[in-house]
T-cell receptor, first 118, second 112 residues
Framework: GAVVSQHPSRVICKSGTSVKIECRSLDFQATTMFWYRQFPKQSLMLMATSNEGSKATYEQGVEKDKFLINHASLTLSTLTVTSAHPEDSSFYIC??????????????FGPGTRLTVT | QKEVEQNSGPLSVPEGAIASLNCTYSDRGSQSFFWYRQYSGKSPELIMFIYSNGDKEDGRFTAQLNKASQYVSLLIRDSQPSDSATYLCAVRRYSSASKIIFGSGTRLSIRP
């Protein structure tokens, strides 16, 4: 089955530093990847949609200069949280859609990255 | 009004019984509907998707869709303790370039 990996699984960083999270589709090509954030006991909130080779589309209220997304290849997307603050502490999950999937095609989720900013 | 609404629960069901999870959505243009299961601290995993009115069965799971009522449900037969998790209903609209909108989830607890 389709596998999506994320690295790192957990990261602790100091306030003001930047953190990069990688999302890879291991056995399929993903033209579109999605980045979600989930706070405790809340649902997934879509942050942005990234398409390979083009700029990401950010959801309303998400600062594109703070959450930098790069989708340089069909198997890799990265999310960089710049100048992280404690309120950025959350569970970040990426999801990828198979290039060969039709309009009904499901998204495959990565295992998530737990970010803690101290 | 939220785009996808679910009762947050918790829904407590005895082991072996049928668990019924419900979801309503606001956009009549919605085309595809998904149920994900999420264990605490883990990312969601897809259980089923449905896009035609009626029922779709897969093992112990049955998804039901009623587009006229803008309602989708998930039935879990012979509930097991391992089914205890949060179930997320998700909806995709073609007009949104395949963006999936998630409900807030229903927490299901199967009591032995």
């Amino acid at each position: 089955g389709a596998v999506v990996s994320q690295h790192p699984s957990r990261v602790i960083c100091k306030s003001g530093t930047s953190v990069k999270i990688e999302c890879r589709s291991l056995d399929f090509q993903a033209t579109t990847m999605f980045w979600y954030r989930q706070f405790p006991k809340q649902s997934l909130m879509l942050m942005a949609t990234s398409n390979e080779g083009s700029k990401a589309t950010y959801e309303q209220g998400v600062e594109k200069d703070k959450f930098l997304i790069n989708h340089a290849s069909l198997t890799l997307s990265t999310l960089t949280v710049t100048s992280a603050h404690p309120e950025d502490s959350s569970f970040y999950i990426c999801s990828a859609r198979d290039r060969l999937a039709g309009p009904i095609g499901e998204q495959y989720f990565g295992p998530g990255t737990r970010l803690t900013v101290t | 009004q939220k785009e996808v609404e679910q009762n947050s629960g918790p829904l407590s069901v005895p082991e072996g019984a049928i668990a019924s999870l419900n979801c309503t959505y606001s956009d009549r243009g919605s085309q595809s509907f998904f149920w994900y299961r999420q264990y605490s601290g883990k990312s969601p995993e897809l259980i089923m998707f449905i896009y035609s009115n009626g029922d779709k069965e897969d093992g112990r799971f049955t998804a039901q869709l009623n587009k006229a009522s803008q309602y989708v449900s998930l039935l879990i037969r012979d509930s097991q303790p391992s089914d205890s998790a949060t179930y997320l209903c998700a909806v995709r609209r073609y007009s949104s370039a395949s963006k999936i909108i998630f409900g807030s989830g229903t927490r299901l607890s199967i009591r032995p």
